[in-house]
């Protein structure tokens, strides 16, 4: 009984000890961040940004991996199978969570297959109108398509993305119709909304930014349920619709089963990386706003965010299989 005893008490102190280890001698080797998107877009030039800000803080290269393909899930999948010993992460977007309610066949758990690390950024989305349509905020907006039921037209950059669903929700929340144009991306969308042939669209501020400055488009809103950090002087939806928050997002999450020391390791890093001037600069350039919370946050985030777009997914009947 004695030596049973002494034999688990050594076992969980060696628990111990190697946890204090992995967390002090961490990392020894290069560390992986897995993008789910093509190199050259705003989430590759963040994860490359990052990716050195930790390299220099934490003593080893940290490599950045392009896996794009189905929706984000090529990465995702790879992620979640990868070996939880924080030498691999996923800097995931909000179809991490999106997907398992559009798709009939998701291989993976948003909650249960991956551990949150940090949110590191919210995507600045815009509701905006072609010039020629006659309103001028949100409210003149709903109220035009109350006396238009069914014919104005909504650009989508393709179903069941964050701009679709934003789309969806703002017409539940709203009590309007529009009827929907699925375009296969932001470019072409943008170039239909200049010249009237659709005339909404819920888009990303870094591709319609320019348009809007340049007047070719006009701007009512930020999704988000508070003014956004990089475009503060536009208003809020949830001004004319109470309760509409759209936060799409950008974040950095790990295999489940990563120890928890190391998760922490790499949340401070980034919280601090977050706060220096040059990068902030560098998100408001990309249409972001810099969030940096704390992994129990972040979770709860993501779960949060799961039933949000499912209810809106379920109500609207959106789905690709």
């Not at 104005?152 to 119709?177: P, R």
């Not at 969308?189 to 010249?195: G, K, N, R």
Request: glycine share 8%; charged share 20%; aromatic share 8%.
């Amino acid at each position: 009984m004695i030596k049973k005893l002494f034999t688990g008490l050594c076992l969980s102190a060696s628990l111990v000890v190697g946890t204090a280890y992995a967390a002090t001698d961490y990392p020894t080797r290069p560390i992986t961040v897995v993008v789910p998107f093509s190199p050259g877009g705003a989430t590759d030039i963040l994860a490359r940004l990052l990716g050195e800000r930790l390299a220099e803080k934490l003593g080893q290269p940290v490599v950045v991996e392009n896996k794009p393909g189905a929706g984000t899930m090529i990465a995702s999948n790879h992620v979640a199978r990868a070996k939880p010993d924080g030498y691999t992460f996923l800097l995931a977007a909000s179809s991490l969570g999106i997907a398992p309610s559009i798709y009939s066949k998701v291989d993976y758990d948003p909650v249960k297959d991956f551990t949150a690390v940090t949110q590191v950024a919210s995507v600045v989305h815009v509701l905006e109108v072609t010039p020629s349509l006659p309103v001028k905020n949100v409210q003149e907006l709903i109220t035009y398509l109350k006396a238009h039921p069914g014919e104005v037209s909504y650009a989508s950059v393709g179903i069941g993305t964050s701009t679709h669903l934003e789309a969806e929700m703002f017409k539940s929340m709203a009590g309007v119709d529009m009827q929907e144009i699925p375009y296969k991306g932001s470019a072409p969308a943008l170039t239909d909304l200049v010249a009237g042939r659709v005339q909404v669209m819920f888009d990303a501020w870094a591709s319609s930014g320019p348009f809007a400055k340049s007047g070719k488009t006009r701007v009512l809103a930020v999704t988000t349920d508070t003014p956004s950090k990089s475009v503060p002087d536009i208003p809020t939806i949830s001004t004319a619709v109470p309760g509409f928050s759209a936060m799409p997002w950008l974040g950095l999450v790990a295999p489940a089963g990563t120890p928890a020391p190391i998760v922490d390791r790499i949340y401070t890093e980034i919280a601090a990386t977050l706060k220096e001037p040059a990068v902030q600069e560098k998100f408001t350039s990309l249409g972001l706003d810099a969030i940096g919370s704390d992994p129990a946050t972040f979770a709860a985030f993501i779960e949060k965010d799961i039933k949000t777009w499912g209810k809106v997914a379920k109500d609207a009947n959106i789905r690709l299989d």
